[in-house]
Structure formats: C-alpha cells, structure tokens
Nanobody
Framework: QAQLVETGGGLVQAGGSLRLSCAASGIMSSINVMGWYRQAPGKQRELVATITSGGARAYASSATGRFTISRDNAKNTVYLQMNSLKPEDTAVYYC?????????WGKGTLVTVSS
C-alpha cells in the first residue's frame, strides 16, 4: 500500500528555518515528480515546489529564494529546506508524488511561524 510520511513540521519564530522530509513507500512504479504543497487556514491548497527524477526544480514565487527542494531517489524521499520563514508561511504542508499513472498525497505536517 502506497504511503507518504511527512516529518519536520513544528513551531518556529519568524526568520527561522525548518526542514521537512517525506518518505514514500509501497509505490510500485517509478516516481516522476515529487513535490510540496501547502494549505493555509481558509485558503486553497497551493503548490510550493516540485522536483523531477532528473533534478529539475520549480518553485512558487513565494518560495523562490527562501525554500530549497531536494530528493534522494534511492530512498524515495523528498526534502524541503525552508529558510527566512514568515508568518504567512503558516500552513499544513503536504507531500505529493506522481508516477505515470497515479498521484499520491501525504497526510500533511503543520508548520506554524510566529511573529
């Protein structure tokens, strides 16, 4: 059974850093794209960053310059290093993976940035 497990969320002061991790297991096909999305209270889920199996990265404008996405293909794990965090980064962060035929979501990890 496919499973994505996110870790690394928590409470941090503005200007601080957090590193999120997401380990994928039970996915029988090759994972093409891994990514992070977030959903703030009262808002729609939005893309934060994605990375392909070849290492091509894409970022939302809100994440550019502050967040870095990386992955370990051997471990089917994706990371999100978040620096210079702002209160508006407060959200539940979800891991997402895509194969040729399927898309999977984690249950999310809460990131709270205090001012």
């Amino acid at each position: 059974q496919a499973q994505l497990v996110e870790t690394g969320g928590g409470l941090v002061q503005a200007g601080g850093s957090l590193r999120l991790s997401c380990a994928a297991s039970g996915i029988m096909s090759s994972i093409n794209v891994m990514g992070w999305y977030r959903q703030a209270p009262g808002k729609q889920r939005e893309l934060v960053a994605t990375i392909t199996s070849g290492g091509a990265r894409a970022y939302a404008s809100s994440a550019t310059g502050r967040f870095t996405i990386s992955r370990d293909n051997a471990k089917n794990t994706v990371y999100l290093q978040m620096n210079s965090l702002k209160p508006e980064d407060t959200a539940v962060y979800y891991c997402n993976t895509k194969t040729n035929a399927m898309e999977y979501w984690g249950k999310g990890t809460l990131v709270t940035v205090s001012s």
